[in-house]
């Protein structure tokens, strides 16, 4: 089986939960075909370049993958008909990052900037 990385947008309207069920339902699809979801990272509600459907901000949702490329296809047509979901990006890559990936790692970095900042006012 082959490795993935599946980032999907869902629209800036849905609240935490709908967007945790659009990554349950993702995993189910995965897990219908005989593949795996090693892991779900929400990276929450953030700015977009450019709006995209009329929306200035969209949740990102990150999943990594371990799956034949049959159901990759079946997960991405899936998603391609699913309006909540404004863009979507899969990639094969040869192994997926241990622990947090980078985008976790900067929130972690700004946030600890925020409260070093915060100490010295």
């Given at each position: 089986?082959?490795?993935y990385?599946?980032?999907f947008?869902?629209?800036?309207?849905?609240?935490?939960?709908?967007?945790?069920a659009?990554?349950?339902?993702?995993?189910?699809?995965?897990?219908?075909?005989?593949?795996?979801?090693?892991k779900?990272?929400?990276?929450?509600?953030?700015?977009?370049?450019?709006?995209?459907?009329?929306?200035?901000k969209?949740?990102?949702?990150?999943?990594?993958?371990?799956?034949?490329?049959?159901?990759?296809?079946?997960?991405?047509?899936?998603?391609r008909?699913?309006?909540d979901?404004?863009?979507?990006?899969t990639?094969?890559?040869?192994?997926?990052?241990?622990?947090?990936?980078v985008?976790?790692?900067?929130?972690?970095?700004?946030?600890?900037?925020?409260e070093?900042?915060?100490?010295?006012?």
């Amino acid at each position: 089986m082959a490795l993935y990385e599946h980032v999907f947008l869902a629209r800036q309207d849905l609240s935490q939960a709908q967007v945790d069920a659009l990554a349950a339902q993702a995993t189910e699809i995965v897990e219908a075909g005989n593949g795996k979801v090693v892991k779900t990272e929400t990276w929450g509600l953030k700015s977009l370049a450019y709006k995209i459907e009329r929306n200035r901000k969209a949740h990102f949702v990150l999943l990594n993958i371990d799956a034949p490329g049959s159901v990759i296809a079946e997960l991405e047509r899936q998603t391609r008909i699913n309006e909540d979901v404004i863009r979507y990006m899969t990639i094969r890559v040869d192994e997926h990052e241990d622990g947090p990936s980078v985008m976790m790692r900067k929130n972690e970095r700004e946030r600890k900037r925020r409260e070093t900042r915060e100490e010295r006012d």
